[in-house]
């Protein structure tokens, strides 16, 4: 879809120019530009950037059993809710919330089939989302707030900033307010999805979970990163004598580094494709993953038969010119 350069503002789709009718707060409509002389029909309708008004493709109709009998009714799912239909006119329905009975819910969807677009006329749930749609699957379950176990894990982002990496998908924060992180998802102006939680400003795997239904499948793999503390230093031999570090059943050779840090790779960088790394700082027992997941199994299936050697650790910095300060690393901040 184009827009025409003359001062008349026009739209060319598919062959045909139409020129604007009407407009109606976030709806505008447009007219075949021949509407006059030939008495075209032609419509189109282009909504704006708001979740109250959208076109019909963008609901999923569903069909789903009521409770207690073997009826099968229509419903439309959007974004984790449910709707039943309520009334049906001419040339539009009304839908209600499915909790509408339950909860009193009054949030409310009208579908007009005659422009073949729908718009939310109340879209506050007194009650958290209920349902969640599996795009992989193409299927529905319940979802349960207080019961949902999920794997939280933090990635770092392209930029060096701190996400959260819950069942594939990443957030991102978007405000912190009285002690709360409020995240939302990383892909929220890409495909406008409407994922949110709430953490606690210093634990950020303590989680609140608003609304883990997304309009999107996961996206690839993300780099999982994390911090570990050690009681002490492990060390043992490589093939040409010189000291590797073990952390969690894995070895990692030195890479590179200045006074104040060291950067690890795995030691299977090379043969395996291995991209876990780490970075370790002088004068802590702290160690930050830049990438934890390994491409391999575990290279010590029991840590209790390695080779260990003694080996000094500030060996692995250089040395600080004369009078510069040794700053300790500063905590992550969000």
């Not at 405000?175 to 990383?186: D, E, I, P, V």
Request: proline letters at 3%; aromatic letters at 12%; charged letters at 30%.
């Amino acid at each position: 879809m184009t827009v025409n350069s003359k001062p008349c503002t026009k739209i060319y789709h598919r062959g045909f120019t139409y020129c604007r009718s009407k407009q109606n707060k976030n709806v505008t409509y447009w007219l075949c530009d021949k509407y006059k002389q030939t008495k075209c029909r032609a419509r189109i309708t282009v909504f704006d950037e708001q979740d109250d008004w959208g076109p019909l493709e963008a609901l999923r109709f569903v069909k789903r059993s009521c409770s207690g009998s073997d009826k099968v009714v229509t419903k439309i799912y959007l974004h984790g809710f449910t709707y039943r239909r309520s009334k049906q006119t001419k040339d539009r329905s009304y839908w209600v919330c499915d909790r509408s009975k339950e909860d009193g819910c009054r949030a409310r969807i009208t579908v007009f089939d005659d422009t073949r677009v729908y718009k939310v006329t109340n879209q506050t749930h007194n009650h958290d989302a209920h349902i969640i749609y599996d795009l992989t699957q193409d299927e529905f379950h319940e979802f349960d707030m207080e019961q949902h176990d999920v794997q939280i894990s933090s990635v770092v982002g392209q930029r060096g900033k701190t996400k959260l990496l819950i069942e594939g998908y990443t957030y991102i924060v978007n405000k912190k307010s009285n002690g709360r992180l409020y995240w939302g998802c990383s892909k929220a102006v890409t495909f406008r999805c409407r994922a949110r939680l709430i953490t606690d400003a210093v634990n950020i795997y303590d989680v609140n979970f608003k609304n883990l239904n997304h309009n999107h499948k996961p996206g690839k793999k993300a780099r999982l990163s994390g911090v570990l503390n050690l009681p002490e230093w492990t060390f043992t031999p490589g093939q040409r004598g010189k000291p590797k570090l073990v952390i969690e059943n894995n070895s990692f050779f030195r890479t590179k580094g200045d006074a104040h840090r060291s950067y690890w790779s795995c030691s299977a960088y090379k043969s395996k494709k291995c991209k876990c790394k780490l970075v370790t700082h002088r004068n802590s027992y702290t160690i930050k993953y830049t990438h934890r997941s390994h491409s391999h199994p575990d290279e010590f299936s029991d840590m209790s038969k390695i080779n260990r050697i003694q080996a000094d650790v500030n060996e692995f910095y250089e040395k600080p010119t004369p009078g510069e300060p040794i700053v300790p690393k500063k905590e992550t901040k969000f």
